[in-house]
């Protein structure tokens, strides 16, 4: 009973861990807009993003129950598989972290679970209708709906505001992109907080110290509550530049327009008990921002490196998580070293990220310059009406100055 006991302890503490790990590889999805147009300093952005998501934590459970009673038959669950299954998640947003990519945090706990359920109970205990309905569909729709939606929103905005006074409504859209980004906060809380709650409950299920059916005990609602806000308040600074610079260059018009429309879709998938991912929703609403602006472009070079990681997270947390399983298998000793091969990986991640920092001073500066299409595509299309010359300069590259002869050339 008391190894129990400690192998429940262990995945209780790493199930914290990955949300904590969750929260700043998220921030970028609520505050990276935010950022980069100037609406807010980038302190007080992740502030006020940490205490929205505590908040959100406690306004819903749907999403946790998807993940503690839908995905994986509970009665063949055992802790050790949980604690598998977290440390693919942990280690693939790591690595993601590390490149500035982002992917999925919802999608590498549900592959870490899927991997690690399969080694150890096969196919069968995997629910694969509520697989295909909750998690495949919603992430290929999600980034679709809010995209075509920022889309539509941005061009509906643009056109409203072609005789609006330019400073005036820069001031007005920085407002409402302020209280779009605590929205999309908000509503990360009520989705992201509460797969963590559904890990932890699903090993409380497992180790018998919760009846199966069970909704999270109010500990486990407060405790992932803080630990995805701490997270998110320490910032995700290599993904809120990608984000906020990488995939477009975003106006403050853009980025309400993309708050808002990602925002929405999050807030009605996590009503609805579909385990989305904020940051397909938020990536999608982004690159339909960036579209929907005359002269706006989207960084296809970056947005393809960012597909092929969306496009790997499940299968590779799962592989991660299905061999984490196999070695727990072995007993205590299998356990202990799965642990130590985390805590490992963990440490020589966060040292090689030391080598070019990214923090709050350096977060707005563009990840790489445009390529030849962006550059050939925002040099013809004409600005929206009303753009200054600081904006203009920004979207359009300047054209490369002739070199100065010299006197003996000019002679020539």
Do not use: C
Not at 172 to 194: E, F, P
Not at 251 to 278: D, E, K, N, R, W
Not at 292 to 312: I, Q
Not at 348 to 353: E, P, R, T, V
Request: glycine content about 10%; hydrophobic content about 50%.
């Amino acid at each position: 009973m008391e190894n129990f006991s400690l192998i429940l302890a262990i995945v209780v503490v790493t199930a914290l861990a990955f949300d904590f790990t969750n929260g700043f590889h998220d921030t970028a999805n609520a505050m990276a807009t935010t950022i980069s147009t100037g609406a807010l300093k980038p302190k007080v952005a992740v502030a006020m993003s940490a205490v929205l998501n505590l908040v959100g934590a406690f306004l819903s459970v749907e999403v946790a129950n998807t993940i503690s009673k839908g995905l994986v038959d509970e009665t063949g669950i055992r802790p050790e598989v949980i604690f598998a299954a977290l440390v693919g998640a942990i280690l693939w947003n790591l690595l993601t972290w590390l490149v500035g990519l982002p992917s999925s945090s919802s999608h590498a706990l549900m592959g870490g679970l899927i991997g690690a359920t399969i080694a150890s109970a096969g196919m069968g205990a995997v629910h694969g209708d509520v697989l295909v309905t909750k998690v495949l569909i919603p992430a290929i729709a999600a980034p679709l709906v809010a995209g075509i939606a920022a889309l539509l929103a941005t061009r509906l905005t643009y056109t409203l505001g072609k005789k609006a006074d330019g400073d005036a409504s820069k001031k007005g859209y920085r407002a409402g992109q302020i209280a779009s980004a605590g929205l999309v906060s908000l509503a990360h809380g009520t989705n992201d907080a509460q797969k963590t709650m559904g890990i932890i409950t699903l090993a409380l299920v497992a180790g018998g110290t919760l009846a199966p059916d069970s909704d999270p005990p109010m500990w486990v609602i407060l405790s992932a509550g803080l630990a995805i806000a701490l997270g998110t308040y320490l910032g995700g600074w290599r993904i809120i530049r990608t984000m906020g610079k990488g995939l477009t260059d975003l106006q403050p018009q853009q980025g309400f327009a993309a708050q808002t429309s990602a925002a929405t879709v999050i807030l009605a998938s996590s009503h609805l008990g579909f385990s989305l991912s904020t940051t397909h929703s938020v990536s999608g609403s982004v690159m339909g921002a960036g579209l929907g602006r005359k002269g706006g472009v989207v960084r296809w070079s970056t947005a393809t490196r960012m597909f092929v990681a969306w496009g790997l997270t499940l299968p590779a947390a799962a592989l991660v998580g299905a061999l984490a399983e196999y070695v727990t298998g072995f007993g205590a000793w299998g356990t202990a070293l799965v642990a130590v091969f985390l805590i490992g990986s963990s440490a020589a991640i966060w040292k090689l990220s030391r080598r070019e920092v990214v923090d709050h001073t350096n977060v707005n500066e563009t990840e790489e310059p445009p390529g030849v299409v962006t550059t050939a595509m925002a040099a013809v299309t004409p600005p929206p009406a009303g753009t200054t010359a600081e904006e203009l300069s920004a979207t359009i590259p300047a054209p490369a100055s002739e070199p100065t002869p010299s006197p003996s050339q000019a002679a020539v």
